[in-house]
């Protein structure tokens, strides 16, 4: 089973998470910093944890025992969680199309 951290509980985040969990192969763990949005996820087998992505300090745990990250974040905030997957040897996947992130 593949071990997924999924940053973002916004309306991607959300579906991303659906679709994963809809189909039984990913242990998923999503994260945000708004504790309302984690709370609108009705399915059980997703873990939730309130965490700010912009300290690195709370989110390199969340990290560890993952094999990837998909950020569904904003994209201002990726290039510091992709350097923290890069650090960490995890897979990253960006939903954002900002070229210069990229």
């Known amino acids: 089973m ?3 951290l999924l940053l973002g509980a916004g309306k ?4 991303i998470a659906e679709l994963l969990c809809g189909s039984g ?5 999503v994260a945000d910093q708004d504790e309302n949005l984690l709370n609108g996820f009705h399915r059980v087998d997703i873990r939730r944890a309130v965490v700010d992505v912009e300290d690195a300090d709370t989110l390199a745990p969340l ?4 094999d ?3 950020s569904a974040l904003p994209y201002y905030l990726n290039v510091a969680v992709a350097r923290l997957a890069r650090d960490n ?9 900002d070229v210069e992130t990229t």
């Open 68 to 70: 990837a990250v998909i």
């Open 2 to 4: 593949n071990r997924i």
């Open 12 to 15: 991607i985040g959300a579906a």
């Open 89 to 97: 040897g995890l897979h990253y996947f960006d939903l954002t199309e």
């Open 63 to 66: 990290m560890k025992d993952r």
């Open 25 to 29: 192969d990913y242990d998923l763990l």
